[in-house]
């Protein structure tokens, strides 16, 4: 069974710019998740979705920071503009269902992205 | 605030040996998850716990949830150096809440 894909795995950008994360999840899983992970830190989450609709983004700073999932399963994580503190690992995971009891989330490899 | 507190931070430890890292927390949580991370990877998931009290074996690894359900441990005995990574516990309040993650415990076992 293939894991969750994530491109690009490394992206360097200056301040202000643009960039744009994508996330392939397994397949028939509904939830997909997009966690931060700064250095030295444990991964923070981003945004829920179910399906395509959006559960959580209470931590989403959405001055700057978008994310979708048109028809369900792709997904796209957006920064713009990005700020020297959005350096991270961005994470992208999924599973079966939303419930964190008896379903188990799947992590990507992950896109580091610096900001200079 | 750091909901979860994960302890040590930093471990270094000679082959053989047995250690535990802890996850503590002053919230009440309806299930805890450890995870253990590799460089350049995502975090894999070793383990969920459930009920207070709860020991849960993996081969050489030993997990147990707190009679309350604020903390947990992981122990493992006679480390490799396989062993080594980023050990990330994980807590739900409740079924449908985010899981939120402590900042982990960085192991380190030399041959």
């Known amino acids: 069974e293939a894991g969750v894909a994530q491109s690009p795995r490394y992206k360097i950008i200056e301040k202000r710019q643009s960039v744009a994360f994508w996330c392939n999840p397994i397949?028939?899983?509904?939830?997909l998740y997009w966690y931060q992970q700064i250095l030295g830190q444990g991964p923070k989450l981003l945004i829920q979705?179910?399906?395509?609709?959006?559960?959580?983004d209470s931590q989403l700073p959405k001055d700057r920071f978008s994310a979708e999932r048109l028809k369900g399963v792709d997904s796209t994580l957006k920064i713009q503009p990005a700020k020297l503190e959005d350096s991270a690992v961005y994470l992208c995971?999924?599973?079966?269902?939303?419930?964190?009891?008896?379903?188990?989330?799947?992590f990507g490899p992950g896109t580091r992205l610096t900001v200079l | 605030t750091q909901l979860l507190e994960q302890s040590p931070q930093f471990l270094s430890i000679q082959e053989g040996e047995n250690l535990t890292v802890y996850c503590n927390s002053s919230?009440?949580?309806?299930?805890l998850q450890w995870y253990r991370q590799e460089p350049g990877e995502g975090p894999v998931l070793l383990v969920t716990?459930?009920?207070?009290?709860e020991v849960k074996k993996l081969k050489r690894l030993t997990f147990q949830f707190g009679d309350a359900r604020k903390d947990s441990s992981l122990h493992i005995t006679a480390a490799q150096t396989g062993d080594t990574g980023l050990y990330l516990c994980?807590?739900?309040?409740?079924?449908?809440?985010?899981?939120?993650f402590g900042k982990g415990t960085r192991l380190s076992v030399i041959a």
């Open positions: 995971a999924s599973s079966v269902s939303g419930q964190v009891s008896g379903n188990e989330q799947f």
């Open positions: 397949s028939g899983h509904a939830t």
């Open positions: 979705f179910q399906n395509n609709g959006v559960v959580d």
């Open positions: 919230s009440v949580f309806s299930s």
């Open positions: 716990v459930v009920t207070g009290g």
């Open positions: 994980a807590g739900a309040k409740s079924g449908n809440t985010p899981l939120v």
